[in-house]
C-alpha cells in the first residue's frame, strides 16, 4: 500500500483465510440481546411444534411449492457434481474478455449483483486490470430506460465486450429487449462469428427461446435448473458463471451454503439460527411489526440488502399478509432514516447484519489542529468506530421501541457469503410457513404485466387493452 | 453517436431545451386518478380549513421550527442576490481539478448527489474527460467503512484532488474523520501548500471548528444559512457549489425552484399541487396506509427517491408518528417488490414519478429469429414501453388496493429538478403541519449519538458509557 501514500495509518489485517477445521466454528450467528423486551422466550417456545411441523414438511418436500426446495441441497449436489465446466467457461472470458455484460433481472440480477458489491472493491471497474483480477462488470436488462442503455453503450465503447444472458423462458421483457440491442451492437462492431464466442446462456435445460436459439447459433449454455426459483437460484450457474468470470472462488461460496446446509439441520430453535431468526420475525409481525429494517454498517451490503428485500418479500407478501421489507445502509441513513426509526411510528423492526471482521482496517490520523472534538479517537482503528457506532445504535433504537435483531457473519469472504445465502433462504422458507403462504411461488407479478401486454398491443391481448382504455377514459384525474 | 455503431436505433429528442415563457407551464403535476378509489373528494375539503390555516401559519414564519424557513424563498433570493463567488469557485475546481471529492453527510450528501446523478450520465466518472465536462466526483464522510477509505484512496492515486468539505459544525463524527483522512492524504501527496488551494468548505459564516480551520488556513468557504436545515439545503452552497463544479446550470436549477415558488403561492388544494399531494397523503395516512413507496423508472432517479426519504422520513416521523418512506426502482424491482406491492398486506400506498420527456430515446431492434415473443415492439421506443409499463403497473397497483399517487416532472433538465425540489420541500412543510409535528426539527438523532459519544470514550461522557456497559453485560443473549 505504499503506493498510495497511507502507509502510515493503513493496517492490513486479513487474519482468518479460511481453513475448513478452523472455519466449522464461524458460523453466521443470532443475537436477540437487542429484541429481549419485545417478546418473551415462552413466545418462543410455543412455536416449537409448527416449527418443527414445518420443517419436517420442508424436508420431506410436502409444502406448498415443494417442486421448488432444490436450494436445499444445492450446494452440496454441485460440490459433488464438480464445477469444471464452470469453471472453464469463466476462464475463457476472464482472458477473453475487457468487459463482462450480465443480462437479467430479478433472481437473475440480484445474487450475482450482491456478491459482486460484497467480495470486490468499490469502483471496481475503474481499477487497472491487474488490480482486478477480471474483466469489467456490467448489469444490463434489469430497467426499460433508454438512457440507460445510452450510458452502458457508450461505456462498452471499443471494449471486447462478452454477454451473459440469463433468463429461464428467454420472453421476460426486460432482459430479451436489452439482448435484442446488445446482440445488434456486438454483431455490428465485432462482427455476427465473433459475437457468437462472446455469448453465453444460462437458461432452462431443454425448452424455450434461448434455448432454441442457443442451440442454434452454437451459444455456450448453461441451466437454470427447473427446481430452484429465481430468487433462491445465487447458486446456480445464474450467479455461479458470472462470478467465476470476475474471479470469485465459487468453490468457497458453495462450501461456505454446504457448510450452513449441515449446520441448520436441527429443527429445534435453540440449535437453528435460521429458524430462531424466521420464529422471532414471526411474533413480531404478530404483535403489529410490519415492516422490517435490514441495516448493515458496511456500503458493500447494499446489494445483499435488495437481494434479501427481493427473497422475503416476494415469498411472504401474498394473500394479504408479510412483513414489508425495507433496507437502511448506515451509519449514512442514520442521518436520513434514523429520525423516523428512533422517534416515529412503533411498527418496526430492525435486522442488523455485522461484519466480525472487516477485510481492512485503518487508523484515524490524529489532527489536535482542525479542534473538531474528535482528537479522543487518534489512532483508533475506523472499523472499531464503525462497532462502536453499531452498538450504540441497535441499543437506542431498541430504547426507542424498534426491536433489533442481529445477524453476525464471520468476514467479507466468499465463504461468508454463501453461509449468508443458505441462511437467509432456509429462515424465508420457514418463516413462509409460519405465516402461512407459499413462499416459492409469485402468483401477484401477473397483474402488472397482463396490463403491460395489452397496453403495448401484444397480440392476442386486445380484449385486455380495450378494458384498459375504457377504464383509462373514464377515470377522473 | 456513429462512433457507438447504433446510429440505427438512436433517436436524441430534446425538443424542449428550457425557454422562459414555453416553460411556465411546464410546472410538475400532479395526478390523482390511480388513487380516487381510496377516498372521496369531500374529504380533501374537510382538509381546506386546515390547510389554509397552516399555510398561513407557514407564509407569517409562525409555525413550530419557524427558525428554519429559509428554503422557502432561499431560490429567488440568490437569483436576486447573483451566484458568482460560486461560480468563479466552481470555475477554478473545474479548470483544475482531476477529481471532486465531497465530504459530507445526510443533507449536506443526498441532495447533490441525487442532482449529480440525474442530471449526468451513468458511469460518469468513466467517461474521457471531453465528455464528462467537468472532474470526476465522489463522495466520502457518509460512513465509517474502512473498506469504504481503501477503496476510495486507491481510487484518487495519482490524480489531482479538491476536496469540498460540508459540515455547519465541523464536528459531525462521518465527515470530521474523513477529513482527517483526505487532509492527511492530500498534504502527504501534493504537500501542505498545494492542499491548502484544493480545499474548499461549506459552513457557518462566523461559528464552529470548520469555519475556524478555514480562517486559520485559508481555504475559500462558502455559508450553510442559518435558516435552512439539513434537508432542504440543496439549493445552498451545500448543493450548489459541487454542482457547478461538475457543469450543473445552477441558474437553471434556481430558476425552476423559483417558477415552483412563484406557481405554488395560492393555499387552495384545487390550486396548489404540492399541498394536494401532502393533503392526499394525510387523509390515505389516517386510513392505516402508513407506508409510502416512492417508485421510478429511470435508474438515475435512485438518489432523488433517497433525498426523498430522508425529506419526508426526517420531517415527520416523530411522536410516534410519520408515514415510513420507502422507495423502488422499477421495472427493476417489480421482479422483487411487485409480489408484495400487488398482493402484501394492504398498509401501503405509492408515489410515482414520471418523466414526460426522458433526455433521449431508443428504438427496439427488430429480431424475428430470436423467437422471444417481442416482434410486434420492433422499431417501438423504449420510452414508451417504459411508460406503458408504468402506466400498466400503477393500474394493476391501485386494482390490487395500492393507491398510486402520480407525480409528473417536464424531463431530465436542472430547471425541472429545482421544480421538484422545491414541490416536496413545500409538501413536506405541508404535511408536517396536517401531521401535527416540528417538519424542521430531529430530536431523535441524539439517542444513538449520546450512545455513541459514550462507547467511544468520549471525554465528558463517562457516566452514560458506565451505564451502558452495565446494560450491556446484563443483557441475556
Redesign the interface.
Known amino acids: 500500500m505504499t503506493?498510495?501514500?497511507?502507509s502510515w495509518?493503513?493496517i492490513i489485517s486479513r487474519r482468518w483465510s479460511g481453513g475448513l477445521n478452523e472455519g466449522m466454528n464461524r458460523m453466521i450467528q443470532l443475537?436477540?440481546?437487542?429484541a429481549?423486551e419485545a417478546f418473551r422466550e415462552s413466545e418462543l417456545e410455543l412455536l416449537e411444534p409448527a416449527v418443527a411441523a414445518a420443517d419436517a414438511a420442508l424436508r420431506r418436500r410436502q409444502v406448498a411449492g415443494a417442486d421448488f426446495l432444490g436450494w436445499l441441497d444445492l450446494a452440496s449436489r454441485t460440490l459433488a457434481a464438480g464445477t469444471q465446466a464452470l469453471e472453464e467457461a469463466a476462464e475463457a472470458i476472464r482472458s477473453e474478455a475487457d468487459v463482462l455484460v450480465v443480462v437479467g433481472?430479478?433472481?437473475s440480477?440480484?445474487g450475482a449483483r450482491a456478491a459482486f458489491e460484497f467480495l470486490k472493491?468499490?469502483?471496481y471497474?475503474?481499477?487497472p486490470r491487474s488490480?482486478r483480477g477480471g474483466p469489467e462488470l456490467y448489469f444490463a436488462g434489469?430497467?426499460?430506460?433508454?438512457?440507460?442503455?445510452?450510458?452502458?453503450?457508450?461505456?462498452l465503447?471499443g471494449k471486447r465486450v462478452y454477454l451473459n444472458v440469463i433468463s429461464k423462458s428467454?420472453?421476460t421483457?426486460?432482459p430479451?429487449?436489452a439482448?435484442?440491442?446488445l446482440?445488434?451492437?456486438l454483431e455490428?462492431?465485432a462482427g455476427h462469428e465473433a459475437a457468437r464466442k462472446q455469448i453465453y446462456v444460462t437458461t432452462d435445460a431443454a425448452r424455450g427461446?434461448?434455448k432454441?436459439?442457443a442451440d442454434?447459433e452454437g451459444y455456450p449454455s448453461f441451466v437454470v435448473p427447473d427446481d430452484v426459483g429465481?430468487?433462491y437460484s445465487v447458486l446456480t450457474p445464474v450467479g455461479l458463471l458470472p462470478l467465476a468470470a470476475i474471479g470469485v472462488d465459487i468453490g468457497q461460496l458453495l462450501q461456505g451454503a454446504a457448510e450452513a446446509e449441515q449446520s441448520l439441520t436441527d429443527p429445534r430453535l435453540a440449535a437453528n439460527a435460521a429458524y430462531r431468526y424466521a420464529a422471532v420475525r414471526n411474533v413480531l409481525y404478530r404483535k403489529g411489526l410490519?415492516?422490517e429494517l435490514f441495516a448493515y454498517?458496511?456500503?458493500?451490503l447494499a446489494y445483499v440488502a435488495?437481494w434479501w428485500?427481493?427473497l422475503f418479500?416476494?415469498s411472504?407478501?401474498?394473500?394479504?399478509?408479510?412483513?414489508?421489507?425495507?433496507s437502511a445502509?448506515y451509519?449514512?441513513d442514520?442521518?436520513?432514516?434514523?429520525?423516523?426509526?428512533?422517534?416515529?411510528?412503533?411498527?418496526?423492526f430492525e435486522t442488523v447484519l455485522r461484519l466480525t471482521e472487516?477485510?481492512?482496517?485503518?487508523a484515524?490520523?490524529s489532527?489536535p489542529?482542525?479542534?473538531?472534538?474528535?482528537e479522543?479517537?487518534a489512532g483508533?482503528?475506523?472499523?472499531w468506530?464503525?462497532d462502536?457506532?453499531r452498538?450504540?445504535?441497535q441499543?437506542?433504537?431498541a430504547?426507542?421501541g424498534v426491536p433489533n435483531l442481529l445477524v453476525e457473519l464471520p468476514d467479507?469472504s466468499e465463504r461468508s457469503l454463501g453461509q449468508l445465502f443458505y441462511f437467509f433462504e432456509l429462515a424465508c422458507a420457514m418463516s413462509g410457513q409460519l405465516m402461512g403462504v407459499n413462499a416459492f411461488d409469485?402468483?401477484?407479478?401477473e397483474?402488472?404485466?397482463?396490463?403491460?401486454f395489452?397496453?403495448?398491443?401484444?397480440?392476442g391481448y386486445e380484449l385486455q387493452q380495450a378494458a384498459?382504455r375504457a377504464?383509462?377514459e373514464s377515470?377522473?384525474?
Open positions: 503506493r498510495t501514500g497511507i495509518h493503513v443475537d436477540l440481546r437487542f429481549r433481472i430479478g433472481g440480477y440480484l472493491p468499490q469502483y471497474n475503474q481499477l488490480l434489469n430497467h426499460l430506460s433508454a438512457r440507460g442503455f445510452r450510458d452502458l453503450l457508450r461505456t465503447e428467454g420472453t421483457t426486460e430479451a429487449l439482448f435484442r440491442v446482440r445488434a451492437w455490428q462492431t427461446a434461448l432454441h436459439l442454434v429465481g430468487r410490519t415492516t454498517y458496511e456500503p458493500a435488495e428485500k427481493q418479500g416476494e411472504e407478501g401474498k394473500d394479504g399478509k408479510g412483513i414489508f421489507p425495507a445502509g451509519t449514512t442514520l442521518h436520513s432514516l434514523g429520525q423516523f426509526v428512533q422517534e416515529g411510528r412503533r411498527n418496526l472487516p477485510p481492512c482496517d485503518l484515524i490520523p489532527a489542529q482542525m479542534d473538531d472534538g474528535l479522543y479517537l483508533r482503528p475506523f472499523n468506530v464503525n462502536q457506532a452498538l450504540a445504535t441499543m437506542a433504537h430504547s426507542g467479507m409469485q402468483p401477484g407479478v397483474a402488472y404485466k397482463t396490463n403491460m395489452a397496453l403495448l398491443g401484444k397480440p384498459l377504464q383509462l377515470a377522473v384525474t
